[in-house]
């Protein structure tokens, strides 16, 4: 199976700070990465797929990158709805995996 | 407006059955492989399993296998996970979303079905 480890696992920034979230997967998945948004009691949100194709209607300050193993998600200026739980995620092959999730907090 | 609605969760003892449906709405749900994802409470997304557009290609999480089925009604435009042999680890809010080869990710979630394993 592919393991995805993010970090951190939690953060807390300021509103219109720049932050970075990266997942590490144990072996090569290409760009079959993408990341998604959830906030408590609601479903998960798709930000990104391909690992940087920003999916139709998400605000142009999320922002992904990287290939092969190591991959990060970028929020160039913080906003107080930002405040979420942010997951990797690999398609590659299966067993599809989630990271374990990184938890932002607005300070 | 593409919709995705569970139902059929619930308590159930160990070793019990549920049946989930999720009916899908505005879009050609005939067209589109789909997945179920769960999450225990306070835990990471979990992926379970996903069918083939024409349902005739499934896929599983490993603890899942021979326990779990997904299968599909393309006419009803419905998507089922039959649960057996129910274990405490299988608590979870079950999700189904729907799975584009285009753009390999899960791009449209139903709002969650809650299923809870305990005696």
């Known amino acids: 199976d592919t393991q995805l480890t993010q970090s951190p696992s939690s953060l807390s920034a300021f509103v219109g700070d720049r932050v970075t979230i990266t997942c590490r997967a144990s072996?090569?998945?290409?760009?079959?990465l993408v990341w998604y948004q959830q906030k408590p009691g609601k479903a998960p949100n798709l930000l990104i797929h391909?690992?940087?194709t920003l999916q139709s209607g998400v605000p142009s300050r999320f922002s992904g990158s990287g290939s092969g193993t190591e991959f990060t998600l970028t929020i160039s200026s913080l906003q107080p709805e930002d405040s979420a739980t942010y997951y990797c995620?690999?398609?590659?092959?299966?067993?599809?995996?989630f990271g374990q999730g990184t938890k932002l907090e607005i300070k | 407006e593409v919709q995705l609605v569970e139902s059929g969760g619930g308590l159930v003892q160990p070793g019990g059955s549920l049946r989930l449906s999720c009916s899908a709405s505005?879009?050609?749900?005939?067209?589109?492989?789909m997945t179920w994802v769960r999450q225990a409470p306070g835990k990471a997304l979990e992926w379970v399993a996903n069918?083939?557009?024409?349902?005739?290609?499934?896929y599983y999480k490993e603890s899942v296998k021979g326990r779990f089925t997904i299968s599909r009604d393309n006419a009803r435009n419905s998507l089922f996970l039959q649960m057996n042999s129910l274990r405490a680890d299988d608590t979870a809010t079950y999700y189904c979303?729907?799975?584009?080869?285009?753009?390999?990710?899960?791009?449209?979630w139903g709002q969650g079905t809650q299923v809870s394993v305990s005696s």
């Open positions: 505005g879009f050609i749900f005939s067209q589109y492989w």
């Open positions: 391909g690992a940087s």
């Open positions: 072996q090569g998945i290409d760009s079959y």
């Open positions: 995620h690999q398609l590659k092959s299966y067993p599809y995996t």
């Open positions: 069918v083939k557009h024409d349902g005739r290609e499934t």
């Open positions: 979303a729907r799975a584009p080869r285009s753009t390999n990710c899960f791009d449209q």
